[in-house]
């Protein structure tokens, strides 16, 4: 350790010596980051150690990129022992100048250490959709731009098409007006702080400056110039900001750039093949995600014999009621305004803002969907974001999608029939939830978009409730088994048993320790799978007992 103390020290005094610039680093460290980086072998590198390296990393200000191919680079003979010693660290500038994506580990030779390259791709992923920028928000001509453009458009056509075509034409002329009024923004910024010290320069000298009589306007323009870049990347960043405190705009760019390139896919393996076209990599993307978000067959049970409560009718006739304005606007301002923005690239900050101008098209479209139960396929269609798992994912079950809820859509429709919900309200249903499509983001650009046969949208305020009523299901079967004595619940006084507990996704079955009980349980859950279509995870589940034999429950679980 202390031989790689005065290797790292070495480098530190090496880099503050000399002159800024694009950074390299790449050998055998003989030292990991993190402990998943290491398999097999004993733990001959503490937290100490570990610790001191990433610190060291974070000091250069060097970025250990995405590494593909094998997830070692060194192992010993019989391959018992392997870790990631080697590794290329890079500034910043550098993987930008250069489009660097990642680094390659290859297959080894006879050295104990595997090959391992740089990999550099500039392949274009097509336009990126348009996405509103609040910082739009707070420049004094974008109501009076945004009245201007939303009242000259005279279209004609369904309610639905007049509010898509608006928004759409809307989204062009924003373009424009963004290009006009704030242009490259750190050219701006650049070229402001450049009159600014021209300025300041003459002045120090006792010399006057055409621009003086502007100074004040021009420090003024500099500061609004930083304000908007902040809240860009403010918005960009997507992470809390803290109310109090001074602006750290060098923190929420590191974010940006930390999230791409964590989120980036330079190529996917499939099987045993890797893929790394731009349209290669989005089928494969739409591929894969198409058929999980399909029905794996479209026959499943039902749920013969089960009683559910069923709505009155008057609760039915409560929710056919029309939609008022206030509840619509209050609907629009119980969203967060800066959650991610769907194919349209509006959030709803736009809508909160503007809401005095488009409020009556959107009333309009409302009143127009009561009747016809319709929505163009643009209002319904949908992005998917995927997440990394895990660090360094290779193919796409490395990935997670933040987008949906896996949930029949066959079976959600049939606990709404079996609970009493009218046709009218299955029909808006269907039209909003049933009929939507989606595209894959990869790299920020979308795939060609497919239908989604299951998912509740994450964010939507309508899934929370779609999915307790199809937790009802699991409710129902429980009930059912405890009323033909196939379950023994836990009872309170003489007459009243609950085997089950929910809150959101959450579910607690509560039961005599036995075994008829334990075998009960796992045939409801199999059940109820089975109709339901979506895997129940036993790994994830537990088994806990009170006064129970131990035997019981190690057998059980």
């Known amino acids: 350790l202390a031989g790689k103390r005065k290797l790292w020290h070495d480098l530190i005094e090496f880099r503050m010596n000399n002159a800024p610039g694009e950074w390299c680093l790449g050998g055998d460290f003989n030292s990991i980051t993190k402990t998943s980086e290491r398999r097999g072998s004993s733990n001959w590198s503490g937290n100490t150690e570990r610790t001191e390296f990433v610190q060291i990393i974070e000091t250069m200000e060097l970025i250990d990129i995405p590494v593909l191919g094998k997830k070692f680079t060194w192992s010993n003979s019989d391959n018992s022992a392997m870790s990631r010693l080697d590794r290329f660290l890079l500034s910043e500038g550098l993987i930008e100048k250069g489009g660097i994506t990642n680094q390659w580990v290859g297959d080894r030779d006879i050295s104990d250490h595997y090959p391992i390259w740089l990999e550099c791709n500039n392949r274009n992923w097509c336009p990126k959709p348009f996405k509103f920028n609040n910082c739009w928000l707070e420049h004094p001509d974008f109501i009076p731009f945004v009245k201007a453009s939303w009242e000259s458009m005279d279209i004609h056509g369904r309610k639905a098409f007049i509010l898509?075509?608006?928004?759409?034409?809307?989204?062009?002329?924003?373009?424009?007006?963004?290009?006009?009024?704030?242009?490259?923004?750190?050219?701006?910024?650049?070229?402001?702080?450049?009159?600014?010290?021209?300025?300041?320069?003459?002045?120090?000298?006792?010399?006057?400056?055409?621009?003086?009589?502007?100074?004040?306007?021009?420090s003024k323009m500099f500061w609004e110039q930083l304000r908007f870049k902040e809240s860009i990347l403010k918005q960009k960043s997507r992470t809390k900001w803290i109310q109090e405190g001074d602006s750290n705009t060098s923190f929420f760019h590191a974010t940006i750039k930390g999230r791409h390139r964590s989120n980036r896919i330079a190529k996917i393996r499939k099987g045993n093949e890797w893929i790394e076209g731009v349209d290669e990599i989005k089928q494969a993307a739409k591929d894969h995600y198409s058929v999980h978000f399909s029905e794996e067959w479209h026959s499943r049970p039902f749920l013969q014999g089960i009683d559910f409560n069923s709505l009155s009718a008057d609760d039915n006739a409560f929710l056919l009621?029309?939609?008022?304005?206030?509840?619509?606007?209050?609907?629009?301002?119980?969203?967060d305004g800066n959650k991610c923005p769907g194919p349209d690239g509006f959030n709803i900050n736009f809508f909160k803002v503007c809401w005095s101008i488009v409020k009556d098209?959107?009333?309009?479209?409302?009143?127009?969907?009561?009747?016809?139960?319709?929505?163009?396929?643009?209002?319904?269609?949908?992005?998917?974001?995927?997440?990394?798992?895990?660090?360094?994912?290779?193919?796409?079950?490395?990935?997670?999608?933040?987008?949906?809820?896996?949930?029949?859509?066959?079976?959600?429709?049939?606990m709404m029939i079996k609970m009493g919900f009218s046709e009218g309200w299955l029909k808006w249903l269907r039209a909003c939830i049933f009929e939507s499509t989606m595209s894959i983001l990869i790299n920020g650009s979308p795939t060609a978009d497919f239908k989604v046969e299951r998912g509740l949208r994450q964010g939507d305020p309508l899934s929370p409730f779609l999915f307790l009523i199809v937790a009802e299901g699991l409710t129902g079967l429980m009930n059912r088994a405890v009323a033909i004595d196939k379950f023994k619940g836990y009872q309170i006084g003489n007459n009243i048993q609950f085997p089950i507990l929910q809150f959101a996704d959450d579910t607690i079955l509560t039961g005599d320790g036995t075994w008829d009980n334990i075998h009960t349980i796992k045939t409801v859950l199999r059940g109820f799978e089975l109709v339901y279509g979506l895997k129940i995870n036993f790994v994830k589940s537990k088994l806990y007992g009170i006064n129970v034999d131990t035997r019981l429950l190690e057998a059980g679980s």
């Open 361 to 414: 098209d959107v009333m309009a479209f409302f009143s127009e969907f009561h009747y016809n139960a319709h929505l163009p396929k643009a209002l319904t269609a949908s992005f998917l974001t995927l997440v990394p798992k895990k660090d360094h994912p290779q193919d796409l079950f490395d990935y997670r999608s933040i987008c949906l809820i896996s949930v029949s859509s066959s079976f959600l429709e049939l």
């Open 321 to 335: 009621e029309p939609f008022g304005e206030e509840e619509v606007r209050d609907t629009v301002w119980s969203c």
């Open 164 to 218: 898509k075509e608006k928004l759409k034409r809307l989204k062009e002329s924003l373009k424009k007006w963004n290009h006009e009024v704030f242009g490259i923004m750190d050219l701006n910024i650049e070229k402001t702080v450049k009159e600014l010290n021209e300025i300041e320069e003459m002045i120090a000298n006792g010399n006057s400056h055409p621009m003086y009589p502007n100074s004040k306007k021009q």
